[in-house]
């Protein structure tokens, strides 16, 4: 008697949760119908009418999956990816310059510097010699153009929040040897995590009710502006795709050559994993197609695997060579459905806190809609992104050079790049100028962590592993010109005047 009552039950609870998704999405759809109500501006009507519907797509999808548990992958299906799915930057051959001609480059540019403790767009961030990310991208192009006699188009994905900073800043580059120019991403709304309703009630509400959608919106975003026709018009074929804060991600004439001669319509450059990045998403083969796994879609049980360096060898660099016609072809047949990150968050409104949620995709995500795609795994030079103040260490000192607008490992150095973790009080851009105002020399550093009231006086060298623990209340000063070779400093060490 208790196995029917069990299928009972859950029949039973089936109908019930699929019921409540219905109501959800119901009242969901009449509430984004009134946010597009309230907009006045014709312009803008299409355009944000648009946007809604992409996102009420997305959050019914958001509502069946969560119901239904789908977004982890059965681990028994999952396999390594074959000898073509996954290939090395070793054989690669180098290509004609001419390919230029077919090549646009796009740098996702949404982000804001508030995570370093900055104002406004992450890539306004002063890096290396004066120097923004931005700038960096644009010397990179400049040079390649001048070199080539080449004109490849650098497209900046901007969110919302970014948008108005960026066009004022890219007047600056007027140079004829580099067209940079802009689209937003889309605007979402926020969803209250009880109610799952939209935070805003007009489309002119406060910035904090709105989201970007994470850059799996690109393919959306690229066709809404026009710029993907406006591309493929000029002949373009060859989009690629980087993160703004990754100064490894320059353009490659061999990953772009083996792409054209291949056919390929995607390709995701991969790198291998270290310790540090045992959460990124790695390729896989599941059910006969190449797909990104991410350690969201891992069953619990099986985390510790995942994790492991050995079984999975290489990670998503978010470097990607899209196939612009192809991304005409999925967006206009609708057949992109890349997975649903589920992104929650927190908002003060009149003194309280309100726990909302945000539905995200990543663009990693769409590569098994695409047709011969495939990894390539190169050096971890092409890796090379700027998230903290720790990162920001790196790419300011002697490990590196400036060369066209790109960052060149020292010859001198050996092995991998060492490993920097400063404390709290290095978190932002400011507090770490401030404790470190000359970068140490670090070519020979393996590991390097900083916690607690330290400040770096001028002339400093690090080898080895470093570690400097400043105990609460204390104050620990690196005197000028120190060498500090495989040590422990801890307590307190301040510099006396005389």
Same mark, same amino acid.
């Given at each position: 008697?208790s196995?029917?009552?069990?299928?009972?039950?859950?029949?039973?609870?089936?109908?019930?949760e699929?019921?409540?998704?219905?109501?959800?999405?119901?009242?969901?759809?009449?509430a984004l119908?009134k946010?597009v109500d309230s907009?006045?501006d014709?312009?803008r009507h299409?355009r944000?009418?648009?946007?809604m519907?992409?996102?009420?797509?997305l959050?019914?999808?958001y509502?069946?999956e969560?119901?239904q548990?789908?977004n982890?992958l059965d681990w028994?299906?999952i396999k390594?990816?074959g000898?073509?799915? *996954?290939?090395?930057?070793?054989? +690669?051959?180098n290509?004609? =310059?001419?390919n230029l001609a077919? %090549?646009a480059?796009?740098k996702? /540019?949404?982000?804001?510097?508030t995570?370093m403790?900055c104002?406004g767009?992450k890539?306004?961030?002063?890096v290396?010699d004066?120097?923004?990310?931005?700038d960096?991208? *644009?010397?990179?192009?400049?040079? +390649?153009n001048?070199?080539y =006699?080449s004109d490849?188009?650098? %497209?900046?994905?901007?969110?919302f /929040?970014?948008d108005?900073?960026t066009?004022h800043l890219i007047?600056?580059y007027s140079?004829?040897r580099i067209r940079?120019?802009?689209f937003?991403?889309?605007?979402f709304p926020?969803?209250?995590?009880?109610? +799952?309703l939209p935070?805003?009630t007009?489309f002119?509400?406060?910035?904090?009710a709105?989201?970007?959608?994470?850059?799996?919106?690109?393919?959306e975003a690229?066709?809404?502006?026009?710029e993907?026709?406006?591309?493929?018009a000029q002949g373009?074929?060859v989009l690629?795709?980087?993160?703004?804060?990754n100064?490894?991600?320059t353009?490659d004439?061999k990953i772009?050559n083996?792409m054209l001669?291949?056919?390929a319509e995607?390709i995701?450059?991969l790198t291998?994993?270290?310790?540090a990045?045992v959460k990124g998403?790695?390729?896989i083969?599941y059910?006969?197609q190449?797909?990104?796994?991410?350690?969201?879609?891992?069953?619990?049980?099986h985390?510790?695997e995942?994790k492991?360096?050995?079984?999975?060898t290489?990670f998503?660099?978010n470097?990607?060579?899209i196939?612009?016609?192809?991304v005409?072809?999925v967006i206009?047949?609708g057949s992109l459905?890349?997975?649903?990150?589920?992104?929650?968050k927190?908002?003060t409104r009149?003194?309280?806190?309100?726990?909302?949620l945000?539905?995200?995709?990543?663009?990693?995500a769409?590569?098994?809609?695409f047709?011969?795609?495939?990894?390539?795994v190169?050096p971890?030079s092409?890796f090379l992104?700027?998230?903290?103040?720790?990162?920001?260490?790196m790419?300011?000192?002697?490990?590196?050079?400036?060369?066209?607008g790109?960052?060149?490992?020292?010859?001198?150095?050996?092995?991998p790049?060492p490993?920097?973790?400063?404390?709290?009080?290095?978190k932002?851009?400011?507090?770490?100028?401030a404790?470190?105002?000359?970068?140490p020399?670090?070519?020979e550093?393996?590991?390097?962590?900083?916690?607690?009231n330290v400040?770096?006086?001028?002339?400093v060298?690090?080898r080895?592993?470093?570690i400097?623990?400043c105990?609460?209340?204390?104050k620990i000063?690196?005197?000028?010109?120190s060498?500090?070779e495989n040590?422990?400093i801890?307590?307190?060490?301040?510099?006396l005047e005389?």
């Open positions: 008697m196995t029917p009552k069990r299928h009972v039950k859950t029949q039973s609870s089936y109908a019930f699929s019921n409540t998704s219905n109501v959800a999405a119901s009242q969901m759809r009449n119908n946010l907009v006045r014709e312009g299409e944000f009418e648009g946007e519907d992409s996102f009420f797509a959050f019914r999808r509502l069946v969560k119901s548990a789908n982890v028994d299906k390594s990816p000898a073509d799915e *996954v290939v090395s930057y070793k054989v +690669l051959e290509g004609a =310059d001419s077919k %090549l480059v796009l996702l /540019n949404g982000g804001l510097g995570s403790g104002v767009p890539s306004v961030i002063e290396r004066g120097n923004t990310f931005l960096l991208s *644009v010397r990179q192009i400049e040079y +390649l001048r070199t =006699d490849v188009p650098l %497209l900046l994905m901007n969110s /929040n970014t108005k900073d066009a007047k600056k140079s004829n940079v120019r802009s937003n991403q889309s605007r926020r969803v209250y995590r009880d109610s +799952l935070v805003p007009h002119d509400d406060a910035v904090d709105w989201y970007p959608p994470g850059h799996g919106d690109l393919f690229l066709h809404a502006s026009g993907l026709d406006a591309l493929i373009r074929e690629f795709v980087s993160n703004g804060d100064l490894g991600a353009v004439l772009l083996h001669e291949t056919g995607y995701m450059e291998d994993k270290t310790r990045d998403g790695t390729l083969n059910d006969g190449v797909r990104l796994l991410e350690v969201a879609q891992v069953p619990k049980e985390i510790d995942f492991n360096i050995r079984k999975f290489n998503n660099t470097n990607l060579w196939n612009l016609k192809a005409k072809r206009e047949t459905e890349m997975e649903i990150i589920p992104n929650q927190t908002i009149d003194g309280h806190e309100i726990n909302v945000q539905l995200e995709t990543a663009c990693g769409a590569i098994r809609y047709q011969g795609a495939h990894g390539v190169v971890r092409r992104p700027v998230k903290t103040c720790s990162d920001l260490l790419v300011k000192s002697d490990l590196f050079h400036l060369q066209h790109a960052l060149v490992l020292d010859a001198e150095r050996f092995g790049n490993l920097i973790k400063l404390g709290s009080h290095f932002k851009v400011s507090d770490f100028s404790r470190i105002p000359h970068i020399k670090i070519l550093l393996d590991h390097l962590t900083i916690t607690g400040f770096l006086g001028k002339g060298t690090l080895g592993t470093v400097i623990v105990s609460d209340g204390q000063d690196i005197p000028n010109g060498i500090l040590v422990v801890t307590g307190n060490l301040q510099i005389h």
